[in-house]
């Protein structure tokens, strides 16, 4: 990271602008800090550029392609401004250093490091491709390397950017000796060009150098035309593939996914890379924690209007004070880097020492009560996006129940500025009829914010729909941080961060070696790939297993790991093969922890797994109301209204209700809009019956840690702490 210019922006929006990451003729890469400690990557575009009316439509169009890139290998868009007068994207920042330095000292990566990173580089590529998008400049330094894997950045943009500004004669768009036949012709391009890029890096990670050579830019154009590549020094096991890739014609290359497919055997098992590049890795993560400190978030004057307790339940209050920074990923990150001090050990963690020791209105509008006063009142109306027909009906009808509760309460009050009207939309969990359900909200006009959704494959299949609306989404289910948007509000701790209460135990008890098991899905990477770093950090011995989702023969799973004699087993997928895994490690002889993650906060997991179930610890985001006490008054409102008790979930959609009502009211007018409601949203602080809500103003993100404990007893989760905090 190079210090920042006399030219450069102090802060981009809410960011707050650390150092220069990088330049180029059309704008510069910037490093910046949400105020809830997050970091990410801008790229601010020099307003010359902007100024071009056909750059700037197109640039807003890649960058809602862009956000639907959703890859684990793909580096996700977090923010940004296409209207501004020198427009911006934001990514997360990736703290691991690009192929091309932890290759270009001369170290070379083994074949297997070599095949999982073609597995996984091919892997993001699909995910760009099936958006519609051609990358363009695949190269060693776009390619970021991670502990649990790299990550390909400048996704989406660069054709934006190359459409617009390289149009000159005999312009090549791409770098040089990394560029398809293609490209350096000056022909139309495709995905078949990126796959030759990729071959190309292949040989660059496998070999140190570049299979078209070097030297001047003209020569290294001809031979990737015309010449054949230079594969001697390429190891014999990776040359099938790589020629393909590096076929002149494009039809004669094969796609990302016969890629994937053809090394995917090497992706799980142990770490990918080699220590050398590991180490390198630690330290660039460790330098994060030099960086200056987060600086206090003053609310606006308009959002210091506080607003007392409401409701049957007596729970729902709006703040005055100002957004917290996250807590979370600075004691992490230290964490993740060996410099944490687990001096309060026997605060953060006894609670796990103890676990392992000795329909009236169905509209919701208030008028069915005789409360004539209501009618008279402005209406506004809130959206909820569920399955209320599908697989997880019963939750998104708790929701649907446990918002209509929370209206009903609030339309009670006489002192109510207006009254709410609750209007649901059944996505039935399939994600070809999620945008459906934004545009029935967006042709609301008082309709100013939505809940949702059910399932998070259909929340993430709306965001662009929620986005052209500029309709404010708050969703209590969807913890995956590559969502967040201008219009997203995350109302719970990000996936990764659900582990933090884990590591710290793991780390306090000395457990010294640790099976951590992911299903291959993204979920299961997100919850487990800090934990894995923070592990190695910290010198653990880390056993990282894959046992892939629907995996038949368990049991033979289970024995394998529980031979590796680990202390403690991690599992970071969904309940269903949780169950199974359950019963395959008691029958293994596992005696050892078992702790999962907030797939596992299921009453299906008890069903499957049985009496295997038992003394199982789980994390989850979910605040149980069977089990924690703050949500017992609502969960009795809920038991009188329905004659049912409330699902999971339902106590997230009553807070949701609660938190847009306040922030409405607090802005103190007769006419509230969509567009109102988004910065008061973000900048308000609501203690809820579940937890305290708050956002962090840039990007939605959830701020605090908000993770509940769980052991399960007598077929049950028993609720034993929050945070790691023993009750």
């Not at 001369?106 to 999982?116: D, K, N, W």
Request: aromatic share 6%.
């Amino acid at each position: 990271m190079e210090p920042l210019r006399s030219t450069d922006p102090a802060r981009i929006a809410g960011y707050r602008i650390l150092g220069r990451l990088g330049a180029g003729g059309m704008g510069v890469v910037l490093l910046g800090r949400s105020p809830g400690g997050a970091l990410v990557a801008i790229k601010l575009i020099r307003a010359e550029y902007a100024d071009d009316t056909g750059f700037r439509t197109r640039f807003r169009r890649e960058v809602a392609i862009a956000r639907q890139v959703r890859n684990r290998w793909a580096v996700p868009v977090v923010d940004a401004d296409t209207e501004a007068a020198a427009p911006w994207l934001a990514t997360e920042f990736v703290p691991g250093p690009p192929l091309s330095e932890a290759v270009g000292g001369g170290a070379p990566l083994p074949e297997r490091s070599v095949r999982a990173l073609g597995s996984m580089l091919a892997e993001a590529l699909e995910a760009v491709h099936g958006a519609g998008l051609v990358h363009r400049d695949v190269k060693p330094g776009n390619v970021l390397l991670g502990l649990d894997g790299p990550r390909l950045i400048d996704f989406g943009i660069a054709r934006a950017l190359d459409d617009t500004v390289l149009t000159a004669t005999d312009a090549i768009v791409g770098s040089p000796g990394f560029l398809s036949p293609e490209q350096a012709q000056g022909r139309r391009i495709g995905p078949p060009s990126d796959i030759f890029s990729l071959g190309c890096v292949l040989v660059y990670a496998a070999t140190g150098g570049r299979p078209f050579g070097s030297g001047p830019v003209e020569a290294m154009l001809f031979r990737t035309v015309h010449d054949p590549a230079d594969l001697g020094a390429l190891p014999p096991g990776l040359r099938p593939v790589v020629e393909g890739c590096l076929s002149k014609e494009p039809e004669g290359r094969p796609t990302a996914g016969d890629i994937r497919r053809a090394f995917a055997e090497d992706t799980s098992g142990g770490s990918w890379l080699p220590g050398p590049v590991t180490h390198l890795i630690a330290e660039r993560s460790a330098r994060m924690l030099a960086l200056p400190d987060i600086e206090a978030t003053s609310l606006d004057a308009g959002s210091t209007v506080e607003t007392g307790a409401t409701g049957a339940t007596g729970a729902g209050s709006r703040d005055t004070t100002a957004v917290p920074a996250s807590p979370g990923r600075r004691r992490f990150l230290a964490y993740v880097t060996g410099g944490a001090v687990l001096a309060a050990a026997g605060g953060t963690t006894a609670w796990l020492a103890t676990a392992f020791g000795d329909e009236k209105d169905p509209d919701g509008n208030g008028k069915g009560d005789g409360d004539k006063a209501a009618a008279a009142r402005p209406e506004l109306h809130i959206g909820l996006q569920a399955d209320l027909s599908g697989p997880s009906a019963a939750i998104g009808k708790g929701q649907e129940r446990a918002a209509l509760l929370a209206v009903e309460e609030h339309n009670a009050s006489k002192d109510a500025p207006f009254t709410l009207r609750l209007v649901p939309a059944d996505d039935g969990g399939v994600e070809a009829r999620a945008t459906a359900a934004v545009r029935r909200f967006a042709e609301d006009p008082l309709l100013v914010a939505a809940i949702g959704a059910t399932g998070a494959d259909a929340a993430r299949e709306a965001l662009v729909a929620y986005d052209e609306a500029a309709l404010p989404l708050l969703s209590v289910v969807d913890g995956d941080t590559r969502n967040l948007n201008r219009i997203f509000l995350c109302a719970r701790p990000r996936n990764d961060m659900q582990m933090l209460p884990v590591a710290q135990f793991l780390g306090a008890y000395e457990i010294d070696t640790v099976a951590l098991v992911d299903d291959g899905t993204e979920y299961g990477r997100q919850t487990t790939r800090f934990l894995d770093a923070g592990l190695r950090g910290n010198g653990r011995t880390v056993l990282a297993e894959t046992v892939r989702e629907g995996t038949r023969d368990l049991d033979a799973e289970a024995e394998r790991i529980v031979a590796r004699k680990p202390g403690a087993v991690v599992y970071g997928g969904g309940w269903r093969d949780a169950g199974r895994f359950a019963r395959a490690l008691t029958k293994a002889g596992f005696l050892g922890p078992k702790i999962g993650t907030q797939a596992v906060h299921d009453p299906r997991f008890l069903a499957e797994a049985g009496e295997d179930a038992a003394g199982w610890l789980v994390v989850s985001t979910a605040a149980d109301p069977a089990s924690v006490p703050s949500v017992h008054p609502f969960a009795a409102a809920y038991r009188k209204r329905f004659d049912s008790a409330p699902p999971l979930l339902a106590a997230e959609a009553y807070d949701a209700v609660g938190l847009i009502a306040a922030c409405a009211e607090g802005l103190g007018r007769e006419s509230v809009t969509r567009q109102d409601m988004l910065p008061v949203l973000r900048s308000t602080r609501y203690k809820g019956v579940s937890k305290s809500y708050a956002f962090e103003p840039a990007n939605g993100m959830y701020t605090g840690t908000g993770v509940f404990i769980y052991r399960v007893e007598r077929g049950r989760f028993r609720y034993i702490g929050m945070d790691g905090r023993e009750v």
